[in-house]
């Protein structure tokens, strides 16, 4: 073993430094992401496909508002899944009943009919609601709460959901969009306008095998907190709450959609801004971990509602306005949600080591997240020229590249140290729950990326110039904002006064 392995192996780096039951994890979660961005780099190319194409023929607006809404219930519905696996099935069942109904809904993407098509979103979004937040709860219960090698773990798991993304819409994407492929179903008989349901299938054979891997191993992993003996006498109540926030949130990001009433946005950021405001206020130390959780929130979510993009705005720029080819030869456009991924897994390893070796010198979380910020706006101001020579000519696949790479240093900078956060000031038996609003952020991150990626306009570059450009200032200003919170948001994260 060559002297920079080994180091690499003492710092952590390497599954052999950390508790067995990562790598099950690590390869869980890689299949179940395969299969929810293989479907999510088809899902708005399909749905504005010509109907003659095999697509949808969706008008743009209503393609952005469905995927925002979609890729929103995903997210939103990890709030009542933390809850359960909290109160009544535990982590590890959570995960894998979740699993099997995200398969399920796969599959019924692979059907030709609109009615299947909702059906399938519908299955995954209720099954991805108990899947992810617990089976990032299960790597949080693998370390001590102190343990130094945390956040080098869960950028080893964050690097196993990029394998997965990365290879997906490569599979999905030569599925639906490849002359070649489509030749080989004529020449087996097959209609070659069904091609994007064989890549909704093959995510499903993803999930599939997710699920065979975790029901091997899931006894060897332990819950995350101590299960009750009994249901408690409070689980239909708390239940009843949360299912009433739920789905009355849902209702407010179907009604802001509708004009006249799209200033219900700014709840987005006015209600957890005043829960965290109010918690702050409290001498309670759980009720000042909660405040840091609600600051965390507001800066995920704004970080989320320009890197989710990638399926929506950026999606429709790559297929719509870049020339994709390299070396003479064409590409799907679906192969660029790959880029990002497969930036992760060549970072991953480098961030993981460079916070081991700054140890207790590394950049606070709340400076993490500040400095994300900072490069979610500097990608998005390099779209501005590439918006801007799109007006004469499809430009080339380098800006798109660019822009992703500089995606992908945001990312690990806020998501890997965003789950290790949650799962590190959570207070006692409500990890699923603080890992379920984590992941609302991420949900209406998601729905302010559909309602964005809806207002595209091919025939109008100068729109696009003016939208990436008023998107970083905004997103600058939120950096500013979350460095200067950083003393006070440390003290909340330890419940200090």
């Known amino acids: 073993m060559s002297p920079a392995v080994a180091e690499l192996r003492d710092h952590g780096l390497g599954f052999g430094a950390h508790p067995d039951g990562l790598s099950t994890l690590y390869f869980t979660e890689m299949w179940e992401r395969f299969s929810y961005y293989g479907m999510r780099a088809l899902l708005i190319l399909f749905m504005v496909a010509p109907i003659e194409a095999g697509g949808l023929g969706f008008k743009t607006p209503n393609a952005g508002s469905i995927y925002g809404l979609y890729t929103m219930a995903v997210y939103l519905l990890a709030v009542p899944g933390g809850f359960i696996a909290d109160r009544m099935l535990g982590a590890k069942r959570s995960v894998l009943f979740g699993g099997i109904t995200i398969a399920a809904g796969h599959y019924a993407l692979a059907i030709s009919s609109v009615t299947s098509f909702y059906a399938g979103l519908i299955l995954i979004a209720l099954g991805t609601g108990l899947f992810k937040p617990n089976i990032s709860a299960l790597v949080g219960a693998l370390y001590p709460r102190d343990d130094v090698r945390r956040d080098s773990g869960f950028s080893l798991f964050y690097m196993g959901i990029n394998v997965g993304a990365f290879i997906a819409p490569l599979v999905t994407g030569f599925l639906a969009q490849s002359s070649t492929f489509k030749d080989w179903l004529s020449a087996l008989g097959f209609d070659p306008m069904h091609s994007w349901h064989w890549g909704f299938a093959a995510a499903g054979v993803g999930m599939t095998l997710s699920m065979v891997l975790f029901a091997r191993k899931m006894r060897d992993l332990k819950n995350p907190d101590p299960l009750p003996n009994a249901i408690e006498p409070a689980f239909a109540r708390e239940g009843l709450y949360i299912a009433i926030a739920t789905l009355g949130l849902l209702a ?137 020579y799109a007006a004469d000519s499809r430009v080339s696949p380098l800006w798109l590249l660019g822009v992703y790479l500089l995606f992908t240093i945001g990312e690990l900078l806020l998501s890997p140290v965003g789950l290790s956060t949650m799962t590190r000031i959570a207070p006692a038996r409500m990890t699923g729950i603080v890992l379920g609003v984590w992941f609302l952020a991420a949900a209406l991150g998601n729905k302010l990326a559909g309602d964005i990626g809806g207002a595209f306009k091919t025939n109008d570059p100068d729109a696009l110039v003016l939208s990436f450009l008023a998107q970083a200032a905004l997103v600058a200003v939120a950096a500013a904002l979350m460095f200067g919170l950083v003393p006070i948001v440390k003290r909340l994260s330890e419940g200090d006064s």
């Open 252 to 388: 407010v990001a179907l009604l802001s959609d509708v004009s006249g009433f799209k200033w219900l946005r700014w709840l987005f950021v006015i209600v957890p801004l005043m829960a965290a405001l109010y918690g702050a206020a409290r001498p309670n130390p759980d009720a000042r971990r909660l405040a840091a959780v609600g600051i965390y929130f507001i800066a995920a979510m704004i970080f989320w509602a320009i890197f989710e993009q990638a399926g929506t705005t950026l999606s429709l720029f790559a297929d719509k306005l870049t020339r994709n080819e390299v070396f003479g030869l064409s590409f799907p456009s679906a192969w660029y949600q790959s880029a990002n991924p497969i930036f992760v897994i060549l970072l991953t390893p480098l961030a993981a080591a460079l916070w081991l070796k700054l140890g207790a010198s590394q950049p606070s979380a709340p400076a993490k997240f500040g400095l994300a910020l900072v490069f979610i706006a500097a990608a998005f101001l390099l779209m501005v020229p590439a918006a801007s």
